[in-house]
């Protein structure tokens, strides 16, 4: 039997190389030629721990190929992206376009499993796709159990950097659109997965995914929130939450420069703009982390307008250093990142220099090009008046609270203030 994985990005190029790991004939489909022509080589286009010698050993061992074209097989996993359009609206154009380009090589038997975080009904959405490209089939939605194709929603959910480990390890929502979909699905993932599969329909499915990712949210905004009142009341936010943890009903997660990546700070809106009225709360978390990057500046220019005045240097004689690019900490991974927007605000707001300190990345990114340089930590704690601290990576823990000199330090992670 085949499996076909359309989108080889950060989550279907893993489950690809997972199914491929098990011995199984795995057919990749993607419409970017350089990601295809790469993974035939036996190469990743992406950066992910312990992917690449999997898919190297995939492709070598021909249980895996990619190709631009989408062909006949037994099971289809559609694993594409699902960004905003508009005002915060999800926008379904690339499960639209996966759809449509299956449906003429769609069998009957197939299984059609849609992965990417999308709003509540999009499963029963791509199934209509499917239905109005191939009225020779029938569909779950017609038919139930006797259609000719099964289709189910099963959320990815790992943990960028340790996705080879989460995809395996970590249970599994399964949402068929009727009970032998899910049992078909489950079916499949059982192939590689250790973890559970846990089954339910579709739609409570898809709003499963988006919760997760929510709950995060709104935990991370609480946590921002007591930073701001924090400041202001001149406590150490840090030091509340660790004592405030030691109940044993309270578990309040970490501030930070804002919250980064590609799931957390969307997902949340796709329920929102479905339920504007009822997600009051969400939305608001939402806010309160877009919010606190502009905070972190403000606090930024308090702290530089401070050393103006003790130092008697100039603005543009003054340097400031900013700590960490990347969305989180230990990875390479800048893009959607609040380290990466403070930085860029300041370094274009400072008419001295930026000195930007990220010792995972070898060159500066594009947007900061001829803003900022990229300096070594030791040469910017020697260099720089005013520090600002935005990625808690370990190279930055690794130096002591007592070994930095500097007496303006915004500190976004607790690192050393
Ligand atoms: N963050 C904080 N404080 C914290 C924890 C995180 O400010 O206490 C920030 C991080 O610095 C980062 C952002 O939140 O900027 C998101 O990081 P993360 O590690 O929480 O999550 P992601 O975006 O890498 O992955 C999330 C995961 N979801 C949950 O943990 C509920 C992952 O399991 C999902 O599969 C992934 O989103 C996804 O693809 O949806």
């Given amino acids: 039997s085949t499996i076909s994985v359309i989108g080889l990005g950060y989550i279907g190029l893993p489950t690809a190389a997972a199914f491929a790991s098990r011995q199984k004939k795995v057919v ?3 419409i970017n030629q350089h990601a ?5 080589r036996g190469e990743i286009h992406i950066v992910e721990p312990e992917l690449g010698e999997v898919v190297k050993a995939a492709v070598a061992q021909h249980f ?6 989408p062909e006949a097989a037994d099971a289809y996993l559609i694993a594409v992206p699902t960004p905003f ?3 915060h609206e999800p926008d379904m154009v690339y499960v639209e376009a996966a759809a449509k380009s299956i449906a003429p090589v769609l069998k009957k038997g197939a299984l059609v499993i849609l992965e990417s975080t999308s709003p509540v009904g999009a499963t029963e959405q791509m199934a209509q796709w499917l239905a109005d490209a191939r009225p020779d089939l029938t569909f779950p939605q ?7 194709i099964n289709i189910a929603y099963c959320p990815e959910r790992v943990l960028p950097g340790q996705v080879m480990v989460e995809l395996i390890k970590n249970d599994r929502v399964i949402g068929g659109m009727t009970p032998v979909c899910s049992a078909r699905a489950s079916e499949l993932y059982n192939i590689f997965l250790e973890g559970e599969c846990v089954v339910t329909n579709a739609r409570t499915a898809e709003m499963c995914k988006l919760t997760e990712n929510s709950f995060r949210d709104v935990n991370i905004a609480f946590a921002n929130e007591l930073s701001l009142i924090c400041a202001d009341q001149g406590i150490n936010v840090w030091e509340l939450i660790r004592l405030a943890n ?7 997660l970490q501030p930070g420069p804002g919250v980064g990546g590609h799931c957390i700070a969307v997902d949340p809106w796709f329920i929102v703009a479905q339920n504007p009225e009822q997600s009051r709360l969400i939305r608001t978390a939402r806010e309160v982390n877009d ?7 403000n606090q930024v220019k308090a702290a530089v307008a401070d050393c103006l005045t003790t130092s008697g240097k100039r603005a543009n004689e003054l340097k400031i250093a900013c700590f960490g690019l990347a969305f989180k900490p230990n990875i390479d991974d800048l893009r959607e990142s609040p380290a990466m927007e403070i930085t860029q605000l300041i370094a274009q707001w400072h008419s001295g220099e930026t000195l930007a300190v990220e010792p995972n990345i070898h060159q500066l990114p594009k947007k900061l090009e001829g803003l900022c340089r990229l300096a070594t930590l030791d040469d910017a704690l020697n260099d ?3 520090l600002v601290m935005l990625v808690d990576h370990t190279a930055f823990k690794a130096r002591s609270a007592e070994s930095v000199q500097q007496r303006y330090i915004v500190d976004t992670k607790g690192v050393w203030r």
């Fill in 64 to 69: 895996l190929r990619a190709t631009t074209t």
């Fill in 36 to 40: 295809v022509d790469t993974i035939n």
């Fill in 28 to 30: 990749g489909v993607d």
């Fill in 291 to 297: 919010h606190k990057p502009h905070w972190v500046i």
């Fill in 384 to 386: 720089a008046d005013v």
């Fill in 85 to 87: 359009k508009g005002d």
């Fill in 246 to 252: 030691r109940h044993p009903r309270v578990n309040i």
């Fill in 142 to 148: 017609q038919a139930g159990e006797q259609a000719d």
